[in-house]
């Protein structure tokens, strides 16, 4: 066990609709990560989020957003849902200092099918 | 931008051999951190080694260790006295000093009894 919470695990939709997927992240991390993994591919970053700000974007499409709220649970919406947008959506959270390095840990993922 | 590359999608051992699953990397930094994650088929992504850059030692976690080549940007994982938990998916991950991570495509590893 990770220590990162997602719900929920599963989630089956319709074209055209709007989902939120919620994470907690490991106790004292104020990094929070999303991930999409699509069927057999590798994980494609999302965003990131630190202590409520974004911090870096990645291959994310403008249907999709993130926030992170004063708990550091974060919240990723996808809306006008597309038949390619079912995936496996992991959320990943780390520490962070003035080091670096901090390697993320990955929450059990949240499986989205839209039908 | 940082790439991480995995040139091999799938690879198979025999059960109690060893493998060895390769990984290079572009990069123009030289402080920044290597990592092997390991995905089951329950999709869960669990850590496997870290390795830090400036250190020159291979980092080592039981049956898993790296072979970490700096000047060829390099970070292969060897897996030994291979056992059938350990047939997943496995991502080579490159992290900067910013926390910016880039995995690899993976390779698929099957284990043979």
């Known amino acids: 066990d990770s220590g990162v919470t997602q719900t929920p695990k599963h989630l089956i939709t319709a074209t055209g609709q709007r989902v939120t997927l919620r994470c907690s992240p490991r106790?004292?991390?104020?990094?929070v990560y999303w991930y999409q993994q699509s069927l057999d591919q590798g994980l494609q970053f999302l965003i990131q989020?630190?202590?409520?700000?974004?911090?870096a974007k990645g291959n994310i499409l403008e249907r999709f957003s993130a926030q992170q709220f004063p708990d550091l649970h974060s919240e990723l919406n996808l809306s006008s849902l597309e038949l390619g947008d079912s995936a496996l959506y992991f959320c990943?959270?780390?520490?962070?200092?003035?080091?670096?390095?901090?390697?993320?840990?990955f929450g059990p993922g949240t499986r989205l099918t839209v039908l | 931008a940082q790439t991480v590359t995995q040139s091999q999608p799938e690879m198979s051992v025999q059960e109690a051999e060893t493998v060895t699953l390769s990984c290079t990397y572009d990069t123009s930094e030289s402080d920044y951190y290597l990592f092997w994650y390991k995905q089951p088929p329950s999709r869960q992504m669990i850590l496997v080694i870290r390795?830090?850059?400036?250190?020159?030692q291979n980092a080592t976690e039981n049956r898993f260790s790296v072979n970490f080549q700096k000047a060829a940007k390099s970070f292969s994982l060897k897996i030994s006295d291979s056992q059938l938990g350990d047939a997943a998916m496995y991502f080579c991950?490159?992290?900067?000093?910013?926390?910016?991570?880039?995995f690899g495509a993976g390779t698929r590893l099957t284990v043979k009894p």
């Open positions: 390795q830090e850059a400036y250190k020159q």
């Open positions: 989020y630190y202590n409520g700000e974004e911090r």
């Open positions: 106790s004292g991390d104020l990094s």
């Open positions: 990943a959270s780390s520490a962070t200092g003035t080091s670096g390095g901090y390697e993320q840990f």
């Open positions: 991950a490159y992290l900067d000093k910013f926390n910016d991570m880039r």
